[in-house]
T-cell receptor, first 117, second 113 residues
Framework: EAQVTQNPRYLITVTGKKLTVTCSQN?????MSWYRQDPGLGLRQIYY???????DKGDVPEGYKVSRKEKRNFPLILESPSPNQTSLYFC????????????????FGQGTRLTVV | DQQVKQNSPSLSVQEGRISILNCDYT??????FLWYKKYPAEGPTFLIS?????DKNEDGRFTVFLNKSAKHLSLHIVPSQPGDSAVYFC????????????FGTGTKLQVIP
């Protein structure tokens, strides 16, 4: 079954304690990305990756790190979480088609509800 | 700077009638547009997309229209069903190496039986 798997689903942590949210996809997709969803702001892209070892900033990258050492995995790292990073996080993957590398429909994980106190 | 806007936070429609969800964008470089549907406690799921070389794309009850000159797209659902009640997000991207994806803020659709 094609899927994007995020872990954990729920996480409560304290300010400053480093954490990692894992993301894995089984569709051999080149493109992976992380989003955060906040009330009234929709989904905002944090980081994306077009292939192994290729990552780039989205619209709200401050306070986050990512890595893409393998095609299937794209972890999100919060080195020093703060309360303003309390949010619902989604990982997604998609394929890039054609000469123009068109970013096609994304498959999303179930989400990670993070609370930083 | 919100490059993709969904100005209606919510919409209520009677079952069997048409639902029209709107989305406006400001960046003329966007060349691919998608709609996603999201139920509570789940990740968004892809619904339908359209390339900028087209002005209409249809898939069953769902049709997306693109008006490039107005930088506007809309999603039509006909007929609307109670199971369509969800939050709908439009998204835009452009190819050619710069691959950010920008989402709108979402429209919550309620289909009343």
């Amino acid at each position: 079954e094609a899927q994007v798997t995020q872990n954990p689903r729920y996480l409560i942590t304290v300010t400053g304690k480093k954490l990692t949210v894992t993301c894995s996809q089984n569709m051999n997709h080149e493109y992976m990305s992380w989003y955060r969803q906040d009330p009234g702001l929709g989904l905002r892209q944090i980081y994306y990756s077009m292939n192994v070892e290729v990552t780039d900033k989205g619209d709200v990258p401050e306070g986050y790190k990512v890595s893409r050492k393998e095609k299937r995995n794209f972890p999100l790292i919060l080195e020093s979480p703060s309360p303003n990073q309390t949010s619902l996080y989604f990982c997604a993957s998609s394929s890039l088609r054609g000469a123009g590398r068109m970013n096609t429909e994304a498959f999303f994980g179930q989400g990670t509800r993070l609370t930083v106190v | 700077d919100q490059q993709v806007k969904q100005n209606s936070p919510s919409l209520s429609v009677q079952e069997g009638r048409i639902s029209i969800l709107n989305c406006d964008y400001t960046n003329s470089m966007f060349d691919y547009f998608l709609w996603y549907k999201k139920y509570p406690a789940e990740g968004p799921t892809f619904l339908i997309s359209i390339s900028s070389i087209k002005d209409k794309n249809e898939d069953g009850r769902f049709t997306v229209f693109l008006n490039k000159s107005a930088k506007h797209l809309s999603l039509h659902i006909v007929p609307s069903q109670p199971g369509d009640s969800a939050v709908y997000f439009c998204a835009a991207s452009y190819s050619g190496g710069y691959q950010k994806v920008t989402f709108g803020t979402g429209t919550k659709l309620q289909v009343i039986p």
